[in-house]
T-cell receptor
Framework: DVKVTQSSRYLVKRTGEKVFLECVQD?????MFWYRQDPGLGLRLIYF???????EKGDIPEGYSVSREKKERFSLILESASTNQTSMYLC?????????????FGQGTRLTVV | GQNIDQPTEMTATEGAIVQINCTYQ??????LFWYQQHAGEAPTFLSY????GLEEKGRFSSFLSRSKGYSYLLLKELQMKDSASYLC????????????FGAGTRLAVHP
């Protein structure tokens, strides 16, 4: 069974803390993505990576950074957490190439910043 | 730019048929995805359309009209477990299979 696994389902952090969200996939996918999901806004892309050590900004990268040291692992870092980063964070992976390269999602991390 | 619109909420009765619409604007077209997301869970893949027409997969069908920038997801013989959000998504014109999502349609199925 293919899997994308996020390290935590629920996290509560304080304002100003540095927060690490971890994601691991076992499908040998080249592409990995971090989205945040907020009511009424849908999924918005924060960052993505198409290869080890490669990263590209998505639509809302401010306040975030990422790390991809190994193909299977993609980390999202909140440098200094703020209350407006309270959200559901979803990691996804997919193969490269065109066509029906469906994205597989992790179960999500619900982050609350207090 | 790219934009995707879908209704926010819909309700339907168990056993009925429901159609969830999605309109999109994109500078290049590389197909359209539908995902299902139950509350508190990960989105899961339902369908992919790249050519015009209807693709049927059991109780679920998806339709695409590229000239109209329009797609719909058709759910037949609705079951209570179909209560979920349905997300329409298109690959970004920037490549790398980045998906741009609509805000999702929350479907509530009632007995």
């Amino acid at each position: 069974d293919v899997k994308v696994t996020q390290s935590s389902r629920y996290l509560v952090k304080r304002t100003g803390e540095k927060v690490f969200l971890e994601c691991v996939q076992d499908m040998d996918h080249e592409n990995m993505f971090w989205y945040r999901q907020d009511p009424g806004l849908g999924l918005r892309l924060i960052y993505f990576s198409y290869d080890v050590k490669m990263k590209e900004k998505g639509d809302i990268p401010e306040g975030y950074s990422v790390s991809r040291e190994k193909k299977e692992r993609f980390s999202l870092i909140l440098e200094s957490a703020s209350t407006n980063q309270t959200s559901m964070y979803l990691c996804a992976s997919s193969l490269q190439g065109g066509g029906n390269t469906e994205a597989f999602f992790g179960q999500g991390t619900r982050l609350t910043v207090v | 730019g790219q934009n995707i619109d879908q209704p926010t909420e819909m309700t339907a009765t168990e056993g009925a048929i429901v159609q969830i619409n999605c309109t999109y604007q994109t500078s290049g077209f590389n197909g359209l995805f539908w995902y299902q997301q139950h509350a508190g869970e990960a989105p899961t893949f339902l369908s992919y359309n790249v050519l015009d027409g209807l693709e049927e997969k059991g109780r679920f069908s998806s339709f695409l009209s590229r000239s109209k920038g329009y797609s719909y997801l058709l759910l037949k013989e609705l079951q209570m477990k179909d209560s979920a959000s349905y997300l329409c998504a298109v690959p970004s014109s920037g490549g790398y299979n980045k998906l741009i999502f609509g805000a999702g349609t929350r479907l509530a199925v009632h007995p």
